[in-house]
């Protein structure tokens, strides 16, 4: 997310939020929805498939706001690992076939996975639809018969786990498939005729096809920044979304406790949303924050998120442990961050008792007796942040690096444009001069005229 952030800064784009895709198309959903009801919330789960992965939602709707109760995906579901499917299918049979070897060959397997993701498509419609590759490889022209039933079997073990993610989403939604109101499709690969077939089945219903399956998400994105922005009048409607992974803190034991750590972020945890741990320390410590689950992330994500050493920390007058607060928060976009430290200590003020006013001919007596009063006294703490994300430095030097780049693509763009004006008046104007504007100009003239044309034609 803290790339996604930075790699805006560099093209030059204010990010106003990072949103969750599966977030986005909710909202697409919801804001243009006049008859939510605004007591019961309507349970609405939407089906995300497409080139890379696999993503379930549960979202509850009311008038005008959302709420994400549940994700759950499969990263190794997608458009591409059904291209693959077909990719190492017809590999095999052109091998067989052509005795050819496409797999030495690189080439060859970018014309035979262009034609596999065609093939993918027409299948859609059609029952059976031949793939062909022209000059495949060694000058051969390789072809063949498909049938959507082939297909089907082929992918079978990719429609298989369709099933799990959304078990997952519906079981940390807790509902029933009764309190479900509709199931939304988002994305190309949902278009494949088993994937509807079998998530119909799974559901005991119809399937919803109110969304753009290709723009939701891009919509919805839209729709947030225009509620974002003060330029735009949007109707007014809240989004609380959550986080996939859950977030760990950890930090080193000291004397009198074990505790090394706590899941600050829980699974399914809202955002934005803030948390208040609570420290005793004598010295300055440190706090790591990572991923707890790490065999759910993406494969090749390093778990570790950030460090936060909390400086200045020093005993009590007494020498025992100050009490330490630290704030740790997540943003609009999920980002994780600690906005503030401080030391919280009770001071005792003593304070004199009231005393009754004197009767008259009696001498005020000095308050003997006092009582004790205790106020909180804070001190703030100096809170350094490390993560995986670029310095001020690097981030400068690639914002102006980019910004060169682009003034020279600008700078391409406008010299064809310039070309192309400056040959557009070469020939009308050579054309003019040899025929309508003849009589008019000094033989002598004319031909140097022409010259001069042809050499800046060249």
């Known amino acids: 997310r803290r790339a996604v952030l930075q790699a805006s800064r560099i093209a030059g784009l204010n990010c106003l939020r990072v949103l969750n895709d599966n977030t986005a198309a909710a909202l697409g959903y919801g804001i243009t929805k006049s008859d939510l009801p605004e007591d019961k919330p309507r349970n609405v789960v939407f089906v995300d498939l497409g080139h890379s992965s696999f993503t379930v939602s549960v979202v509850a709707f009311k008038k005008g706001e959302l709420k994400v109760k549940s994700v759950a995906y499969d990263r190794g579901v997608g458009g591409r690992n059904f291209d693959q499917a077909l990719l190492d299918h017809f590999i095999a049979v052109f091998d067989e076939k052509y005795k050819l070897d496409i797999r030495s060959n690189g080439k060859a397997q970018v014309r035979l996975r262009a034609a596999c993701e065609k093939l993918k498509k027409v299948l859609s419609a059609n029952s059976q639809a031949p793939i062909t590759v022209e000059n495949l490889m060694n000058d051969v022209d390789a072809s063949a018969m498909y049938s959507r039933d082939e297909f089907v079997e082929l992918i079978e073990p990719l429609l298989k786990r ?30 494949i005729p088993a994937i509807k077939q079998r998530l119909s089945e799974f559901f005991g219903r119809d399937l919803s096809y109110t969304l753009n399956q290709d723009e939701a998400v891009a919509r919805g994105c839209a729709l947030q920044c225009a509620i974002a922005s003060p330029a735009f009048r949007v109707r007014e409607f809240s989004i609380n979304d959550i986080i996939a992974h859950p977030i760990r803190f950890k930090w ?35 706090i790591e924050a990572e991923y707890s689950d790490p065999a759910h992330l993406p494969r090749g994500t390093n778990p570790w998120i950030s460090r936060f050493d909390i400086k200045d920390v020093v005993p009590t007058e007494t020498g025992d442990f100050a009490t330490i607060k630290v704030k740790a928060r997540l943003d609009l976009s999920g980002v994780l961050s600690i906005t503030s430290a401080y030391t919280v200590a009770e001071v005792e003020v003593e304070e004199p008792v009231p005393q009754p006013e004197p009767k008259e001919g009696e001498e005020a007596k000095a308050p003997e007796m006092r009582k004790v009063k205790k106020l909180v006294k804070q001190a703030d703490l100096t809170v350094l942040q490390a993560s995986q994300c670029l310095d001020s430095g690097r981030l400068s030097e690639l914002t102006k690096s980019e910004r060169e780049m682009h003034n020279a693509d600008e700078l391409v763009g406008a010299t064809e444009i310039a070309k192309n004006s400056l040959e557009e008046y070469i020939y009308d104007i050579r054309s003019k001069v040899e025929y309508d504007y003849k009589d008019f100009v000094e033989p002598n003239e004319q031909k140097q005229f022409l010259e001069n044309l042809m050499t800046t034609e060249d």
């Open 162 to 191: 369709l099933e799990q993610p959304i078990q997952k989403v519906i079981a940390d939604a807790n509902i029933s498939s009764d309190e479900i109101y509709s199931i939304e499709l988002v994305g190309g690969c949902i278009r």
């Open 252 to 286: 080193e034991a000291v004397a009198g406790s074990d505790d090394t750590g706590l899941d600050v972020f829980a699974h399914n945890n809202p955002i934005p949303s803030t948390k208040m741990l609570t420290f005793y320390r004598k010295e300055p410590f440190v």
